[in-house]
């Protein structure tokens, strides 16, 4: 059974920086892709970040150049950089894991309870 646990949320003043981080335990398959989502008040759950199998990284165009994921396959962890935080950022944000085997098509998905990031001053 794979679980996701997430840390680093917080209260942060804009222009500030935090880092989240995810740690996910259990068994996954041979194909893995993580991320990170969010979700603010009143809005759909939109992907912040998500770094594939073999490390290619895509990020929402309102993060470029802002935040950078980045992933431990020893340690089985993804992590968030979110550096010259806005107001906008404020949200829940979530991790999330997809993993198939390599001859499966089928992607098993999972959540992270999700950890609340609060930019304001």
């Given at each position: 059974?794979?679980?996701?646990?997430?840390?680093?949320?917080?209260?942060?003043?804009?222009?500030?920086?935090?880092?989240?981080?995810?740690e996910?335990?259990?068994?996954l398959?041979?194909?893995?892709?993580m991320?990170?989502?969010?979700?603010?008040?009143?809005?759909?759950?939109?992907?912040v970040?998500?770094?594939?199998?073999?490390?290619t990284?895509?990020?929402?165009?309102?993060?470029?150049?802002?935040f950078?994921?980045?992933?431990?396959n020893?340690?089985?962890?993804?992590?968030?950089?979110?550096?010259?935080?806005?107001?906008?950022?404020?949200?829940?944000?979530?991790?999330n894991?997809k993993?198939?085997?390599r001859?499966?098509?089928?992607?098993?998905?999972?959540?992270?309870?999700g950890?609340?990031?609060?930019?304001?001053?």
């Amino acid at each position: 059974h794979v679980q996701l646990a997430e840390s680093g949320g917080g209260l942060v003043q804009p222009g500030g920086s935090l880092r989240l981080s995810c740690e996910v335990s259990g068994r996954l398959f041979s194909i893995t892709n993580m991320g990170w989502y969010r979700q603010a008040p009143g809005k759909q759950r939109e992907l912040v970040a998500e770094i594939t199998n073999d490390e290619t990284t895509s990020y929402a165009d309102s993060v470029k150049g802002r935040f950078t994921i980045s992933r431990d396959n020893v340690k089985n962890t993804v992590d968030l950089q979110m550096n010259n935080l806005r107001p906008e950022d404020t949200a829940v944000y979530y991790c999330n894991v997809k993993t198939r085997g390599r001859f499966n098509n089928y992607w098993n998905e999972y959540w992270g309870q999700g950890t609340q990031v609060t930019v304001s001053s």
